[in-house]
């Protein structure tokens, strides 16, 4: 494409070239790099299923060990919560006091999310703070309850109420206690404290949104002091923002670049798959990852803190483990030792050897296997499949024909190849996005993460703006492309784990409700 001096200048300011916007564009005129699945992960075929004896010693070795490591828990949080409330903006497009009862409303549109909604009312966190700006009560909707509720969601949403579907969701409240409010930000802070508190000092990392930045340094600002009583423990608190470098551009149906009415190039965020950069600034030996709507209430707060040392420890020990075999690779091995080392790859990191290894010369068998134990390593929680949408576990074939563990978005998969359907309608398991991480070589030099990322597991999503569908690249995932080429360890957590709030209705499930 000939880019204009306008647009050529509109590129450069982001930190792109044209030729990687060409590479952007070329993308999408060729055919989607669906993702290669072979079988799915289970239980004894790529999950581990872990043993009470075997928990209680993963987590002694955190706990023997943690405070010699530099840790950092890492949590994606730059999304806006508009997409919470996606049916209650619906609703109050759509809904017409004068021709229809609230009760008609969800029966003709069949929005059953709604009928919820008002059902749990009284158990957001939010009720009271709604009321006060009404400037009603209780007793109002027993008067006129489709009216009151018609204002509860105007006065939630609305700019000059309080404007909810345009926080930060990491600000937004999601746990009401006796005395206070709790967001998803504040829930991190307390959660690290019970396992990432390590020479009375915990480092939390989040990255966010720019124009969101005030908002969470003022937040901080007002609950540090308050945490830090209650549980004994400092906090370090650092953010980033994703780099516009890794912005894409976004395309028509036709795969022309849109303009917006300034005759500006359109870009959009490229995905979590971007924060690998932002991870790869990461100076620590563990990282722990979670997702920023990941969080309960303090009741769970104990179970949540136990897998994630399980989690930390069996990394650690692996991770021992690994180095021990690298230096022991490099100083000379017997063939006794080579096949232990072989073993260890194959039983505790998945990685399934080539055929061809026993052909090859020692010096050869070294260098093979000294590439595949350099590596950074992930440990990943995996809760059992419950319906919900997001990546899975699974064994990939990559080009080269080898075949790895590897966390699988939806969208990855070819809808038309019905051999592929049938491995992922078998799938066991889900990925909550609960993970560790070391990234660290067995010299303590950290890794560059980048190198370990597979460039060619992007994939396109079909968007809309200004009510017009457009196409976005969204690059490889953060732990699905982004971390293909890192040595891989699935184990089995329970479902307490997992507790996203993708609607504003999950906050009535009981992981999130104060008992």
């Given at each position: 494409?000939?880019?204009?001096?306008?647009?050529?200048?509109?590129?450069?300011?982001?930190?792109?070239?044209?030729?990687?916007?060409?590479?952007?564009?070329?993308?999408?005129?060729?055919?989607?790099?669906?993702?290669?699945?072979?079988?799915?992960?289970?239980?004894?075929?790529?999950?581990?299923?872990?043993?009470?004896?075997?928990?209680?010693?993963?987590?002694?070795?955190?706990?023997?060990?943690?405070?010699?490591?530099?840790?950092?828990?890492?949590?994606?949080?730059?999304?806006?919560?508009?997409?919470?409330?996606?049916?209650?903006?619906?609703?109050?497009?759509?809904?017409?006091?004068?021709?229809?009862?609230?009760?008609?409303?969800?029966?003709?549109?069949?929005?059953?999310?709604?009928?919820?909604?008002?059902?749990?009312?009284?158990?957001?966190?939010?009720?009271?703070?709604?009321?006060?700006?009404?400037?009603?009560?209780?007793?109002?909707?027993?008067?006129?309850?489709?009216?009151?509720?018609?204002?509860?969601?105007?006065?939630?949403?609305?700019?000059?109420?309080?404007?909810?579907?345009?926080?930060?969701?990491?600000?937004?409240?999601?746990?009401?206690?006796?005395?206070?409010?709790?967001?998803?930000?504040?829930?991190?802070?307390?959660?690290?404290?019970?396992?990432?508190?390590?020479?009375?000092?915990?480092?939390?990392?989040?990255?966010?949104?720019?124009?969101?930045?005030?908002?969470?340094?003022?937040?901080?600002?007002?609950?540090?002091?308050?945490?830090?009583?209650?549980?004994?423990?400092?906090?370090?608190?650092?953010?980033?923002?994703?780099?516009?470098?890794?912005?894409?551009?976004?395309?028509?149906?036709?795969?022309?670049?849109?303009?917006?009415?300034?005759?500006?190039?359109?870009?959009?965020?490229?995905?979590?798959?971007?924060?690998?950069?932002?991870?790869?600034?990461?100076?620590?030996?563990?990282?722990?990852?979670?997702?920023?709507?990941?969080?309960?209430?303090?009741?769970?707060?104990?179970?949540?803190?136990?897998?994630?040392?399980?989690?930390?420890?069996?990394?650690?020990?692996?991770?021992?483990?690994?180095?021990?075999?690298?230096?022991?690779?490099?100083?000379?091995?017997?063939?006794?030792?080579?096949?232990?080392?072989?073993?260890?790859?194959?039983?505790?990191?998945?990685?399934?050897?080539?055929?061809?290894?026993?052909?090859?010369?020692?010096?050869?068998?070294?260098?093979?296997?000294?590439?595949?134990?350099?590596?950074?390593?992930?440990?990943?929680?995996?809760?059992?499949?419950?319906?919900?949408?997001?990546?899975?576990p699974f064994w990939v074939k990559h080009e080269n024909g080898s075949?790895?563990?590897?966390?699988?978005?939806?969208?990855?998969?070819?809808?038309?190849?019905?051999?592929?359907?049938?491995?992922?309608?078998?799938?066991?398991?889900?990925?909550?996005?609960?993970?560790?991480?070391?990234?660290?070589?067995?010299?303590?030099?950290?890794?560059?993460?980048?190198r370990f990322v597979d460039r060619k597991s992007y994939f396109i999503?079909?968007?809309?703006?200004?009510?017009?569908?457009?196409?976005?690249?969204?690059?490889?995932?953060?732990?699905?492309?982004?971390?293909?080429?890192?040595?891989?360890?699935?184990?089995?957590?329970?479902?307490?784990?997992?507790?996203?709030?993708?609607?504003?209705?999950?906050?009535?499930?009981?992981?999130?409700?104060?008992?």
């Open positions: 494409m000939n880019f204009s001096k306008k647009h050529t200048e509109q590129i450069e300011a982001k930190g792109l070239t044209l030729l990687q916007v060409e590479e952007q564009l070329d993308k999408f005129e060729k055919k989607i790099p669906y993702t290669d699945i072979t079988e799915h992960a289970s239980i004894q075929r790529g999950i581990l299923k872990l043993t009470a004896a075997t928990e209680e010693a993963y987590i002694k070795a955190y706990k023997d060990e943690y405070q010699r490591f530099e840790i950092i828990k890492f949590t994606p949080a730059s999304g806006a919560a508009t997409r919470m409330f996606k049916f209650l903006y619906k609703f109050l497009e759509n809904y017409n006091p004068q021709k229809d009862s609230i009760n008609s409303y969800i029966n003709k549109e069949k929005e059953p999310e709604v009928r919820l909604f008002f059902i749990g009312l009284e158990k957001f966190p939010f009720y009271e703070d709604v009321l006060k700006l009404m400037n009603k009560t209780a007793l109002d909707r027993i008067k006129r309850p489709d009216e009151f509720n018609r204002d509860f969601v105007h006065t939630l949403l609305a700019e000059t109420g309080l404007n909810y579907g345009n926080y930060p969701k990491g600000l937004l409240p999601f746990h009401k206690y006796k005395n206070h409010l709790s967001t998803p930000f504040q829930e991190h802070l307390f959660e690290a404290a019970n396992y990432a508190c390590r020479n009375g000092k915990a480092k939390l990392h989040f990255t966010i949104s720019k124009h969101h930045y005030d908002k969470f340094k003022e937040t901080e600002r007002n609950i540090l002091p308050n945490i830090k009583e209650k549980t004994g423990c400092d906090f370090e608190i650092s953010y980033s923002y994703q780099l516009e470098e890794t912005d894409t551009v976004a395309v028509d149906p036709k795969n022309r670049p849109i303009l917006d009415a300034e005759g500006n190039l359109v870009f959009r965020p490229g995905g979590h798959g971007a924060l690998i950069e932002n991870l790869n600034a990461m100076d620590a030996d563990l990282i722990f990852i979670k997702n920023i709507d990941n969080v309960v209430v303090n009741t769970y707060s104990e179970e949540i803190s136990r897998y994630k040392k399980i989690l930390a420890g069996k990394l650690i020990s692996v991770q021992q483990k690994a180095f021990k075999f690298m230096e022991m690779l490099h100083n000379g091995v017997s063939d006794e030792e080579l096949n232990t080392i072989l073993n260890f790859l194959f039983t505790e990191l998945n990685i399934q050897i080539s055929e061809e290894f026993e052909k090859y010369s020692q010096k050869y068998q070294i260098e093979y296997l000294i590439d595949k134990l350099n590596r950074p390593i992930r440990v990943c929680g995996m809760v059992k499949n419950e319906g919900e949408p997001g990546g899975g075949i790895s563990l590897q966390i699988v978005e939806s969208a990855q998969i070819d809808k038309k190849n019905e051999y592929h359907q049938s491995i992922q309608k078998l799938a066991t398991h889900f990925n909550p996005v609960d993970i560790v991480c070391g990234v660290k070589d067995y010299h303590g030099n950290k890794y560059d993460l980048t999503a079909s968007k809309s703006k200004s009510g017009k569908k457009i196409k976005a690249l969204e690059l490889p995932g953060l732990w699905n492309g982004g971390m293909a080429f890192w040595n891989t360890i699935f184990v089995e957590v329970p479902l307490v784990t997992f507790n996203p709030v993708k609607t504003i209705n999950d906050l009535l499930k009981p992981t999130h409700q104060v008992t």
